[in-house]
Nanobody
Framework: QVDLVESGGGSVQAGGSLRLSCVLS????????MGWFRQIPGKEHDWVAA???????HYADSVKGRFTISTDNAKNTLYLQMNSLKAENAAMYYC?????????????????WGQGTQVTVSS
């Protein structure tokens, strides 16, 4: 059993920022990839960002330069700093763990998921 709990979502105006947090019941970093996905109602999960077991980060083109994924291993927490938010970024955001050090853009490759935190962006 692996538990992931997201928080930090909310409603912001376009151009604003949010920092999402995901508290893990297991340590972050070595031996796994940790990622963030988004979901719009009626659609499948879309990959947003990931950090692999070596600390290397990966981003979807749509968020590159605006979002930053990071970890605080001492707190067993994964973060997604979201800056310059756009209306198109509004979605339910989920953190997820892939049991492998290398990352994937496919949601099916991630074994454990949080409950999600809602991000709303007004324009």
């Amino acid at each position: 059993q692996v538990d992931l709990v997201e928080s930090g979502g909310g409603s912001v105006q376009a151009g604003g920022s949010l920092r999402l947090s995901c508290v893990l019941s297991v340590g972050s970093g070595d031996g796994r990839c940790m990622g963030w996905f988004r979901q719009i109602p009626g659609k499948e999960h879309d990959w947003v960002a990931a950090i692999d077991g070596d600390g290397l980060t990966h981003y979807a083109d749509s968020v590159k330069g605006r979002f930053t994924i990071s970890t605080d291993n001492a707190k067993n927490t994964l973060y997604l700093q979201m800056n310059s938010l756009k209306a198109e970024n509004a979605a339910m955001y989920y953190c997820a763990i892939r049991v492998a050090s290398d990352c994937s853009m496919r949601a099916a490759m991630y074994a454990y998921w949080g409950q999600g935190t809602q991000v709303t962006v007004s324009s």
